[in-house]
């Protein structure tokens, strides 16, 4: 099993900045994706943005140019980043952590989620 645990989120007003952070950790033979979600209150989660093992990433269009998601592949960190600027009030939402990695008992590709972390962008 992997365990998320995130930090960073918090009360910043429109304009400012935010910076998330995400570390696995248990029993993990390899992390291949690592993404970002959202869900705001009253809406789906939406995917914010993703970065492969190689570090090519995507973003949401409504993210594009504002966040940036980053990776430290050191197993003794695996950690992942997501720089958030110029926030909006519609970036209000829970963040949660999600990362694909293999399972050294058998190899086999699982999926862990953290538990979320708030962002409030007030206007």
């Known amino acids: 099993q992997v365990q998320l645990l995130e930090s960073g989120g918090g009360l910043v007003p429109a304009g400012g900045s935010l910076r998330l952070s995400c570390a696995a950790s248990g029993r993990i033979f390899s992390i291949n994706d690592m993404r970002w979600h959202r869900q705001a209150p009253g809406k789906q989660r939406e995917l914010v943005a993703v970065?492969?093992?190689?570090?090519?990433?995507?973003?949401a269009d409504s993210v594009k140019g504002r966040f940036t998601i980053s990776r430290d592949n050191d197993k003794a960190k695996n950690m992942v980043y997501l720089q958030m600027n110029s926030l909006k009030p519609e970036d209000t939402a829970v963040y949660y952590c999600?990362?694909?990695?293999?399972?050294?008992?058998?190899?086999?590709?699982?999926?862990?989620w953290g538990q979320g972390t708030q962002v409030t962008v007030s206007s």
């Open positions: 999600n990362v694909d990695y293999l399972a050294p008992w058998n190899l086999v590709s699982m999926s862990g």
């Open positions: 970065i492969t093992s190689g570090g090519a990433t995507n973003y």
